[in-house]
């Protein structure tokens, strides 16, 4: 069933939100002379621009600064009006958009989608995976409905769920006597060469702020954007990631670790649900599923939780 409004007022929404007809586009998916089209034809309904063009995209006139509010309540309104027509015999429909990291994948989009599949026949599922800052990037222009996402520390923003809590672990070669005990203080990171993420990272920042406040000078030797990189890295003595643990390299005689203590530093993982797309009983349903199956998952051991 089709939204109870005319879906050319649905791209004027998703315009105004990203300030852009090309990431309009790429977000809904359709050529870019399609939303080009679709706006002049609004605009000549109204008898007057929507848009003014800049150099770097667009932004709303005067008329369409006085429409946005409006119609962004009225498409709200349809959007749960049809819902409950789709819904009105209790069973769950339509499409819902699922964000997961890339570690998550093996373990848990394989049972998602066949407990949705089994449960719920008539809700379409569209899993895509992504780094975390790519997700919260997604959810922020509503081209998704929820993603499993990390934070630094142990908490959950507003609209969060936290699904696990782990400690952050030292990796490198398994003769480095640095990770022989098992645990090792941050202070004593010092002086080793330590192999991060790029900046601008929340990792990165994290522990420049730690430092700082310890009177620490780290050595970031080696930048590397994912967990993978930074293992091969540290394999080939290039230094120490900081990850979340080692749990899928127990079987790699290659790697040792060492949990940091004196502070501990904890990450989380988190469900974040998107404040651009309608929420129903499908992605209801969905997300209810995620928050009880993941933890489950990671408690029975069925899950690299260091691999997150």
């Not at 034809?41 to 667009?58: D, I």
């Not at 119609?71 to 339509?94: C, K, V």
């Not at 649900?273 to 009983?281: A, E, I, S, V």
């Amino acid at each position: 069933m089709q939204s109870l409004l005319d879906s050319k007022w649905m791209i004027f929404i998703k315009v105004a939100e990203l300030g852009s007809l090309t990431r309009t586009a790429a977000a809904l998916d359709v050529p870019q002379s399609l939303i080009s089209r679709q706006i002049n034809q609004l605009e000549l309904q109204c008898g007057a621009r929507l848009f003014r063009r800049t150099g770097r995209g667009v932004v709303l006139t005067d008329f369409g600064e006085q429409l946005f509010p409006r119609l962004q309540a009225l498409i709200a309104e349809a959007d749960s009006i049809t819902d409950a027509i789709r819904t009105s015999g209790g069973m769950p429909m339509g499409e819902v958009r699922v964000g997961m990291l890339p570690s998550t994948v093996p373990m848990l989009a394989r049972t998602l989608f066949a407990t949705v599949r089994e449960r719920f026949p008539r809700v379409k599922l569209h899993l895509s995976e992504g780094s975390s800052a790519q997700l919260e990037e997604q959810l922020r222009e509503g081209r998704m409905d929820m993603a499993l996402l990390l934070h630094e520390g142990p908490g959950a923003d507003l609209g969060e769920s936290v699904l696990a809590q782990i400690t952050l672990q030292l990796v490198g070669r398994h003769d480095a006597p640095a990770l022989h005990s098992g645990t090792i203080a941050f202070d004593a990171l010092q002086g080793l060469p330590l192999v991060v993420p790029s900046s601008p990272h929340p990792l990165r920042s994290r522990l420049n702020v730690l430092a700082e406040a310890r009177g620490l000078k780290l050595d970031f030797a080696v930048e590397a954007d994912s967990i993978r990189l930074q293992h091969e890295i540290a394999a080939a003595g290039g230094g120490f990631a900081i990850t979340s643990g080692l749990f899928e390299l127990r079987d790699d005689p290659r790697f040792a670790s060492a949990r940091i203590v004196e502070p501990e530093l904890w990450r989380s993982v988190v469900l974040s649900t998107t404040m651009r797309r309608p929420h129903t009983l499908a992605t209801r349903e969905v997300q209810r599923l995620i928050e009880q199956v993941l933890p489950t998952l990671m408690n029975t051991g069925a899950v690299s939780i260091a691999r997150i």
